[in-house]
T-cell receptor
């Protein structure tokens, strides 16, 4: 079945550590996105990528980094510079020319301990 | 002021009721409007999408867009307990690059009781 796989489902991070969240898709989608979801704030865009080896900052990119070395993969690193990293992280993808076909993964819950 | 406003609820209705969920927005450039359903600890799944103004129906779900009022709605007929979830409206200008990003409402939590 085609879809987006996010791993791990739950992740715990100590203060000062960097962690990487995985996002893999087998939909042959061009564009990929990372969103952060907090209670009462909806989803906010962190980074997005339209093609391999290219990505742009979203609305809340500070403290995060990404790479897009393969079309299928768009990992997100939460660095120690992110002051409030505890949140639910969602990866999404869509075909480049389609304006509604966004598919989401099942999310990663990151908690700072 | 947020670009997209959505009543967070929670909204509790009895089984079989008609549910109305709404969002207002301020950016007149939005052209693509979507409704997502999100169950607890899961990713959102696309329910309905609409381009520009008008109505769209799919089974028990109807999406309406009124661009003149900058107002969108999702109606659920004959609501079922399985409809209990958070409903997120989302919209985009359309195209590629920055214009392709989705702007979300905060979500409305719906509870359908037996």
């Amino acid at each position: 079945d085609g879809g987006i796989t996010q791993s791990p489902k739950y992740l715990f991070r100590k203060e000062g550590q960097n962690v990487t969240l995985s996002c893999e898709q087998n939909l042959n989608h061009d564009a990929m996105y990372w969103y952060r979801q907090d209670p009462g704030q909806g989803l906010r865009l962190i980074y997005y990528s339209q093609i391999v080896n290219d990505f742009q900052k979203g609305d809340i990119a500070e403290g995060y980094s990404v790479s897009r070395e393969k079309k299928e993969s768009f990992p997100l690193t939460v660095t120690s510079a992110q002051k409030n990293p505890t949140a639910f992280y969602l990866c999404a993808s869509k075909i480049g020319q389609v304006n509604y076909g966004y598919t989401f993964g099942s999310g990663t819950r990151l908690t700072v301990v | 002021q947020k670009e997209v406003e959505q009543d967070p609820g929670p909204l509790s209705v009895p089984e079989g009721a008609i549910v109305s969920l709404n969002c207002t927005y301020s950016n007149s450039a939005f052209q693509y409007f979507m409704w997502y359903r999100q169950y607890s600890r899961k990713g959102p799944e696309l329910l309905m999408y609409t381009y520009s103004s008008g109505n769209k129906e799919d089974g028990r779900f109807t999406a309406q867009v009124d661009k003149s009022s900058k107002y969108i709605s999702l109606f659920i007929r004959d609501s079922q307990p399985s409809d209990s979830a958070t409903y997120l409206c989302a919209m985009s200008v359309g195209g590629t690059g920055t214009a392709s990003k989705l702007t979300f409402g905060t979500g409305t939590r719906l509870q359908v009781t037996l």
